[in-house]
């Protein structure tokens, strides 16, 4: 590589004095073979850009940096970098009126001058080329205090008193250490270890009566938690032991499923009977079998044996249900 030049140098010594901490003079030195002399000709040359030059300590082991308010000032967005905002944004509309999109309104808006005078209009038109379809989901505006109460946990490591409601209405009260927050189907879910019996459960947010942070306590959070391993066995948000799961879905929607990841373990091949048949390693949940029944007669579970009882009986119902509403 030829040896740089000296505007060539400049630029380089620019880019490592805006790094945070900035850079020793000596090592400026040494990078760029420069002499003590010539490295502050070379600074005094940047100042008179008006450059914020921070110069601290003494001879060749003072550090110089620029201002860090410079370095914000001058940060721009880049066309993806501000689609990527937009669109970021509309995926994360079923939490209006929560600290998280006041949070990211906020941090979007701050950014506003980092966008270019050609993005910014570009930007204008940027909600119309790019939507999020509104899916069914939950409306967190009443659960403001709850959610920044579970957040301030979660960073703090406070433990959590609170009620909770469960799927059937009855309240219970726990004792919490929160581990992570997730988002699933435009819905917000609490992994938490409930203390009572040492186990880690799911908890949807909304179904909190009331939280109370322990702000006086703290509990030592378990490095060895991996909310993916936890996750590995779950069709969805509740994890369970896994079974050897196997259906068989009709020509009609085989091309669906086949173009779809359900599941990191699934695997797909076609029966001696035609159909494809889609197999997977998972827990026998509701979220399962709610899935399995969204198919209709499109669908068949082979195994195991306990699933196949679970969707029969299932589609026995509705179908007594169908035919008293016919006759009825």
Same mark, same amino acid.
């Given at each position: 590589? +030829?040896?740089? *030049?000296?505007?060539?140098?400049?630029?380089?010594?620019?880019?490592?004095?805006?790094?945070?901490?900035?850079?020793?003079?000596?090592?400026?030195?040494?990078?760029?073979?420069?002499?003590?002399?010539?490295?502050?000709?070379?600074?005094?040359?940047?100042?008179? &850009?008006? &450059?914020?030059?921070?110069?601290?300590?003494?001879?060749?082991?003072?550090?110089?940096?620029i201002d860090a308010r410079w370095r914000r000032s001058g940060?721009?967005?880049?066309?993806?970098?501000?689609?990527?905002?937009?669109?970021?944004?509309?995926? !994360?509309?079923?939490?209006?009126?929560? +600290?998280?999109?006041?949070?990211?309104?906020?941090?979007?808006?701050?950014?506003?001058?980092?966008?270019?005078?050609?993005?910014?209009?570009?930007?204008?038109? &940027?909600?119309?080329?790019?939507?999020?379809?509104?899916?069914?989901?939950?409306?967190?505006?009443? %659960?403001?205090?709850?959610?920044?109460?579970?957040?301030?946990?979660?960073?703090?490591? *406070?433990?959590?008193?609170?009620?909770?409601?469960?799927? *059937?209405?009855? +309240?219970?009260?726990?004792?919490? %250490?929160?581990?992570?927050?997730?988002?699933?189907?435009?819905?917000?879910?609490? !992994?938490?270890?409930?203390?009572?019996?040492?186990?880690?459960?799911?908890?949807?947010?909304?179904?909190?009566?009331?939280?109370?942070?322990?702000?006086?306590?703290? !509990?030592?959070?378990?490095?060895?938690? *991996?909310?993916?391993?936890?996750?590995?066995?779950?069709?969805?948000?509740?994890?369970?032991? +896994?079974?050897?799961?196997?259906?068989?879905?009709?020509?009609?929607?085989?091309?669906?499923?086949?173009?779809?990841?359900?599941?990191?373990?699934?695997?797909?091949?076609?029966?001696?009977?035609?159909?494809?048949?889609?197999?997977?390693?998972?827990?026998?949940?509701?979220?399962?079998?709610?899935?399995?029944?969204?198919?209709?007669?499109?669908?068949?579970?082979?195994?195991?044996?306990?699933?196949?009882?679970?969707?029969?009986?299932?589609?026995?119902?509705?179908?007594?249900?169908?035919?008293?509403?016919?006759?009825?």
């Amino acid at each position: 590589m +030829p040896p740089l *030049n000296k505007a060539q140098k400049l630029v380089k010594i620019l880019e490592l004095m805006t790094r945070r901490g900035g850079i020793r003079a000596s090592e400026l030195m040494e990078r760029f073979d420069l002499d003590a002399r010539t490295l502050r000709r070379y600074l005094s040359d940047l100042k008179e &850009l008006d &450059l914020p030059l921070l110069d601290d300590g003494r001879g060749d082991e003072r550090t110089v940096a620029i201002d860090a308010r410079w370095r914000r000032s001058g940060v721009q967005l880049t066309l993806t970098e501000v689609l990527s905002l937009h669109f970021g944004r509309k995926l !994360f509309n079923f939490l209006e009126g929560t +600290p998280f999109a006041e949070d990211m309104d906020g941090a979007i808006e701050r950014l506003a001058p980092a966008i270019t005078r050609t993005h910014a209009d570009i930007a204008k038109e &940027l909600d119309k080329k790019f939507l999020a379809v509104p899916e069914s989901h939950k409306d967190y505006r009443e %659960h403001a205090d709850v959610i920044d109460d579970v957040i301030t946990s979660l960073v703090y490591n *406070n433990p959590l008193e609170a009620r909770y409601r469960k799927i *059937n209405g009855a +309240p219970s009260r726990y004792r919490l %250490h929160p581990f992570t927050l997730a988002t699933f189907r435009q819905g917000l879910y609490l !992994f938490a270890l409930d203390t009572a019996v040492n186990q880690v459960k799911s908890f949807a947010i909304e179904r909190f009566i009331d939280v109370q942070r322990i702000s006086s306590e703290k !509990f030592d959070y378990p490095h060895t938690w *991996n909310p993916e391993v936890h996750l590995a066995s779950a069709f969805g948000i509740i994890g369970s032991t +896994p079974v050897d799961v196997r259906i068989a879905f009709s020509d009609r929607v085989a091309a669906y499923i086949r173009e779809r990841t359900w599941h990191p373990t699934q695997t797909c091949h076609t029966r001696g009977d035609g159909r494809m048949e889609l197999r997977l390693s998972v827990g026998n949940t509701v979220e399962l079998r709610t899935w399995i029944l969204s198919f209709g007669d499109d669908s068949q579970v082979v195994h195991p044996p306990e699933l196949v009882s679970d969707i029969a009986e299932s589609l026995k119902r509705a179908s007594a249900r169908y035919e008293a509403a016919a006759v009825g």
